[in-house]
């Protein structure tokens, strides 16, 4: 393994060519081999490459250009940025909402921020590398951390009941978990956090825009009206097709963060074609968002029965578009992904660090851009891997 985490020597170039040239779901590689089908991304809903995302970056470019001439503590937060945190607060129904460079930078700037010198914080033991980041920073600021079992509401009651009464606590998820695509039992988890006065810290990177009858997440697909989270984060990379982050919360909330979140506080504010392109990403949506998600669910669902019917084993419970397949064997994991790469199907490896040892599994992404023959070239492609590594 490298030194990363990420494998070295033959197997690193499954993580590390790049691409030169992208047709809807489908690339091209600087290596020189086949077309690559790419069940590897995450532009869930298909609006990478929309002509209107990328019109109103053009326009912002024309208008403010490239950068930023500095931090948004530093005089230079632009009008566009003020109005994609005013419409992300909205879409994610909250009062407000800060931007931030990236996702990761979001998670481990906001939860130091919230959670000081002997607050607790309580996280599911699979969150995102972000999340274990941000609540590695607090922990080292004097914060206490509590890891629960995954996606156990009991063992997180039981963790918040060893909190003293007046400390802050705040309760950190995922809303759809990377790995094996399941959900979190939001209701469950909402309502433990109000018996035990605890804030909710919902990260939506992979449910905002793609669960719920709206697309507005998880405590959309629950039909929760409070919200069910204090906080909400997701990122702008995945549906909204662009790059960045937000945390969505109440305005005194945010303002703490706008003050507080060292990710935002010293980092360049967002380019202007940055908050175009998402302004723009949720006006499709408003307009398109309900078709484009009912081309996902089928498209998932077609997915399913394409493995099943190739005898193919995924877990139950993976409802957004995260499918994996479990392997078990690491080694045999990355030979099944550069089969599939040899043949133009490009499948993500997730073996340790990602997974624990002896856990590895390949993860199929879904979008309402891939058509019926994508998947279903695919998943035959996964099958016969499978057959021809088996040992």
Known sequence: MGSHGLPGGRDAVLYHRAITHLDGPAARYDDGGPRQLMMTTYDYLGLLGHPLLAERAKEAIDRFGTGAHGTCAGASTLGLQRL????????AGREDALVFPSGFQANQSAIPAIAGKSDWIFSDEFNHASIVQGCQIARARGAVLRVFRHNDAADLARALREAPAESVKLVVSDSVFSVDGDLLDLPAFARSCREHDAFLYLDEAHGLGVLGPRGRGLHD???????????????????LASVGGFVAASAPLIDALRRSARGYVFSGAPPAPVCAAVLAALDVLDAEGAARRDLLRRNVAHLKRCLRSEGVEFPPGCEAAIVPVPVGDERRTLDIAEYCRGRGVMVVPMVWPICPRGQARLRLNVTAHHIEQDISTAVACVAAALRATAR
């Open 84 to 91: 994609l945190e005013r419409r992300l607060a909205e879409w």
């Open 221 to 239: 697909h629950f039909a929760l009206p409070s919200g069910g989270a204090d906080f909400l984060m997701a990122t702008l990379s995945k549906t």
